[in-house]
């Protein structure tokens, strides 16, 4: 999987932030054929008490168009 950094932007209090990505990733499927996927991803990120990040929500979107067949 790559992903890029595109955008980041922390609270004025310094203890929250959010990024957003772009990723290309391959993955196998069940048979083992390869399946590629490119698209979105924004994270919410929380500073903890130790002064290290922590995710506390992600959620991504594919740009790539469903295989036919599927129903929305």
């Known amino acids: 999987m790559d ?3 595109t955008k980041v932007d922390v609270s004025r209090a310094g203890d929250m932030a959010y990024t957003l990505y772009k990723y290309d990733m391959t993955m196998a499927d069940p048979n083992g054929s390869p399946i590629h ?6 994270a919410v990120w929380v500073k903890q008490s130790d002064g290290t990040w922590r995710i506390v929500a992600d959620t991504f979107n594919s740009d790539m168009a469903p295989p036919s067949g599927t129903s929305k």
């Open 3 to 5: 992903w890029q950094i």
């Open 37 to 42: 996927d490119q698209g979105k991803d924004m």
